[in-house]
């Protein structure tokens, strides 16, 4: 069990609720929440500014405005530019799959025969404290080559295969505040 980091750092006040969750002190560190109260402080009241921008934008949209590219990106958008290459890794997706982030659904779901898997942390993970944390805990432990699950109703055995699919994460979203974490009062965004 994690407990609750409730402490001033240059300033900051970083509270993280505690998490029942099993390794939730591997990914509720110490540095990991001293990097995102870091993170909120420096880009929070910018990314709020961004979402209240957005706010008068549709506004403007729903009254019949059409949407257009802003004047000052010409000169970059009619400029000679590419991108990178592809990644290896991701040059094949045929068959790519998106769910949840428990340790059960992870695991099929990288052992499916798919190209590539998506952990969702918007849509397909239930947004409750534990489960994000767990969510982050699966990955952290799939990374380190340590990701199993023991099914208590069935005693059925999950591992990683040797030929998993790729991984990809979709965080939450930005405009989505985590009420569990807190710099300075301050929900920080759930994206973070």
Do not use: C
Not at 129 to 143: C, S
């Amino acid at each position: 069990m994690s407990e609750v980091l409730d402490r001033p750092t240059e300033q900051k006040r970083i509270i993280a609720e505690p998490s029942s969750v099993r390794g939730a002190g591997e990914v509720l560190t110490e540095g990991a929440l001293d990097f995102l109260a870091e993170l909120h402080e420096r880009f929070d009241s910018r990314r709020r500014e961004l979402l209240d921008r957005r706010l008068e934008r549709q506004a403007r949209f729903d009254a019949g405005e059409l949407p257009d590219f802003p004047e000052d990106t010409r000169e970059l958008r009619e400029a000679e530019w590419t991108v990178g290459s592809i990644p290896t890794d991701l040059q094949d997706r045929r068959v790519e799959i998106t769910g949840p982030t428990n340790a059960k659904m992870l695991i099929n779901a990288l052992n499916s025969g798919a190209q590539a898997f998506m952990a969702d942390f918007e849509d397909a993970t239930s947004p409750v404290w534990d489960e994000l944390v767990q969510g982050q805990v699966n990955l952290k432990q799939y990374w380190a080559g340590r990701l199993d699950y023991s099914d208590p109703d069935s005693g059925k055995q999950y591992a990683v295969g040797d030929t998993p699919a790729v991984l990809m994460v979709r965080p939450r979203g930005w405009h989505l505040p985590e009420e569990h974490v807190t710099v300075n009062g301050e929900d920080v965004s759930g994206s973070l």
